[in-house]
C-alpha cells in the first residue's frame, strides 16, 4: 500500500502561482497513475487532473485546462501539480490520489484507491 503526503498549499493572491507536491511512499510508486483532486467548502471532491504511471498521459478538468500542469518523478516518488493564474474559485483542499495499477488516466474519485490528507489552497481576490 502507497502512503501519500501532499504539500505545497498555502494563501495567494488571484494571479498568483503555487506547486502542490505529493510525496509517496510504500509500493512502486512507478506503477500507480495518479490523480489531484479538490474539495471546496460545501461541495463535492471533484477532479482536477490526472496522469498515467510513466508521465505520458495526461487529462485536466476543463476549469483549469491552460493553467494547470500536472507532472511526476517516479525516481522521486513525487507528483506535482504546478498551478499558474489562480483565482477565487480555486479555493479548495488539494488531494493527490494513487491507484494499483492501471495503464491509462483515470478522471473518477472511486478509480483511485489511496488518498492523501490534503493541502489547503487559499486564493484571495
Known amino acids: 500500500q502507497v502512503q501519500l503526503v501532499e504539500s505545497g498549499g498555502g494563501l495567494v493572491q488571484a494571479g498568483g502561482s503555487l506547486r502542490l507536491s505529493c510525496a509517496a511512499s510504500?509500493?512502486?510508486?512507478?506503477?500507480?497513475?495518479m490523480g489531484w483532486f479538490r474539495q471546496a467548502p460545501g461541495k463535492e471532491r471533484e477532479f482536477v487532473a490526472a496522469?498515467?504511471?510513466?508521465?505520458?498521459?495526461?487529462s485536466y478538468a476543463d476549469s483549469v485546462k491552460g493553467r494547470f500542469t500536472i507532472s511526476r518523478d517516479n525516481a522521486q516518488n513525487t507528483g506535482y501539480l504546478q498551478m499558474i493564474s489562480l483565482k477565487p474559485e480555486d479555493t479548495a483542499v488539494y488531494y493527490c490520489?494513487?491507484?494499483?495499477?492501471?495503464?491509462?488516466?483515470?478522471?473518477?474519485?472511486?478509480?483511485?484507491?489511496?488518498w492523501g490528507q490534503g493541502t489547503q489552497v487559499t486564493v484571495s481576490s
Open positions: 490520489a494513487a491507484r494499483n495499477g492501471g495503464y491509462g488516466v483515470y478522471a473518477t474519485l472511486n478509480s483511485f484507491d489511496t
Open positions: 510504500g509500493r512502486t510508486f512507478s506503477s500507480c497513475p
Open positions: 496522469i498515467s504511471r510513466g508521465g505520458v498521459y495526461t
